[in-house]
């Protein structure tokens, strides 16, 4: 009655009368809440369920940005805090009719269950007639039950993996190439019902827009270390970035750079020894004038490698024709007057728009030297 009257009389009083009741409420109702356990059990795990319901995960209102981006996130995105760390935490989406179909096979013998979990996942993880997708791609059958087969030794029951792969992968790939085995990604702590937790890496890399340059030279070095690494680092699987953009990279105080949401993504199992003997015909990425970025799904899996990722780096971060809606002139943007006309701005250019004849792992190594020199160079 009070609220309702403080909205009549003064509409600024009963609005902020309400945000306060609103934390309040999510002060004193457990984070569990948000997780909808009840609905989805074991939709992406449960083993941060417990730490939900002792409180050890709390939300983070120790600023306006975090007190306003948990109040009303778009995004189902919060800050949190996990005993001494900072943590994010993923609502993911849940479709309803997902565990309608999972109690209702649940019906099945036990074979017949295993059995179809196992051939709706292999089905979805390489969708064969899908030529040019942007979303989780796995390249081949072979491919797909090698990597099932890697998911299920890293813990994920067929259940987890079932559902996970119909909403977004991205935990998937998150025990696939693992932060603490040095990949630039959040590290990933579990999940509950809905919700996963993940460690806080930093903010956005369009933050970075008007630092100084060699901080963004210093930045350039990073992503494109990782765009070779998530291609030739992986004993196992090459991962080709398809969504490649400054709102899915984030950057620490120390430079660091980490790559985040990356369920837009075609895996490969590789082959080394073949990567190795056809190293001059490995699959080029082409440039098209016309297009602001094309890339063909089936023609990355059909060669044993792929420039994909640097072409992607170089064509939508670091080139100064970086489309719309990158950062304005790429990354590397206004540079100091002493390096203005620097071959490193034909290089990346050349990057881009590289022909058969250029190898872009080899010049990708050429613009690193050059950066690297010229930070060097800088801090004397």
């Known amino acids: 009655m009070f609220l309702t009257m403080a909205f009549k009389l003064y509409p600024a009083l009963g609005c902020l009368l ?38 050890e ?29 900072e943590v994010v935490l993923k609502k993911l989406g849940q479709d309803e009719e997902l565990v309608k179909v999972l109690t209702m096979v649940k019906t099945l013998s036990a074979r017949k269950y295993r059995a179809f979990l196992v051939n709706s996942i292999l089905e979805t993880f390489y969708k064969k007639d899908n030529i040019n997708i942007k979303d989780f791609h796995v390249c081949n059958l072979e491919t797909a039950e090698y990597f099932l087969e890697y998911l299920y030794q890293k813990g994920f029951t067929l259940e987890q993996i079932w559902t996970i792969k119909q909403v977004n992968v991205e935990p998937l790939l998150l025990k696939v190439f693992e932060y603490k085995k040095g990949w630039p990604v959040p590290k990933y702590y579990g999940a509950c019902g809905r919700m996963i937790v993940q ?51 984030v950057v620490d105080r120390n430079l660091n750079v980490y790559f985040i949401d990356l369920e837009n993504a075609i895996i490969q199992m590789r082959n080394q020894s073949i990567e190795k003997f056809n190293i001059k015909n490995n699959h080029k990425s082409r440039n098209f004038e016309d297009e602001p970025y094309a890339f063909s799904t089936d023609d990355i899996c059909s060669y044993p490698l792929s420039d994909h990722n640097i072409y992607s780096v170089c064509k939508l971060l670091l080139s100064s024709k970086a489309p719309w809606p990158m950062m304005k002139g790429g990354l590397l943007h206004s540079p100091p007057k002493s390096i203005k006309g620097h071959d490193l701005f034909k290089y990346i250019e050349l990057c881009v728009e590289a022909d058969n004849k250029i190898n872009r792992f080899s010049l990708m190594k050429v613009i690193v030297y050059i950066l690297r020199e010229l930070i060097n160079t800088s801090h004397k």
């Open 18 to 55: 309400a945000i306060i009741i609103y934390v309040i409420s999510m002060f004193k109702h457990p984070l569990i809440q948000k997780c909808e356990v009840d609905k989805c059990p074991l939709c992406y795990g449960t083993n941060m369920c417990d730490s939900m319901n002792n409180s």
């Open 57 to 85: 995960i709390k939300l983070d209102f120790s600023s306006f940005e975090r007190v306003f981006n948990n109040l009303f996130s778009v995004k189902n995105v919060f800050y949190g805090k996990f005993k001494d760390s």
């Open 199 to 249: 460690s806080y890496c930093g903010v956005n890399l369009n933050y970075f827009e008007i630092h100084p340059w060699i901080d963004r030279a210093t930045i350039a070095v990073g992503i494109l270390n990782a765009a070779e690494d998530f291609t030739t680092a992986h004993q196992t699987f090459s991962l080709y970035l398809t969504d490649v953009s400054p709102d899915n990279i």
